[in-house]
């Protein structure tokens, strides 16, 4: 049995359905076009590299959502 391609998201296990752009996996997770900061394999992305910036198996992806506050 072939074990379906998974990324640690934020410290837990998640599934993807195979290289994925990071850009298709902030939409799957409901966050495209809000302020986010994303850290994938230890590194800082830039949201102009979301779409071109592939997430494989194995991949550790942190994501912080930004909120306002005072």
């Keep these: 049995m072939i074990a379906q391609p998974a990324i640690t998201l934020n410290g837990s296990p998640h599934p993807i359905p195979g290289p994925i752009t990071l850009e298709r996996l902030l939409e799957t997770l409901d966050l495209a076009g809000k302020p986010v900061v994303v850290e994938l394999n230890e590194q800082a ?17 942190e994501i912080v959502t930004l909120a306002a506050g005072g």
Aim: glycine residues 6%; aromatic residues 12%; contains cysteine.
């Design 45 to 61: 992305v830039f949201p102009r590299d979301y779409p071109c910036t592939l997430v494989d198996n194995g991949a550790r992806i």
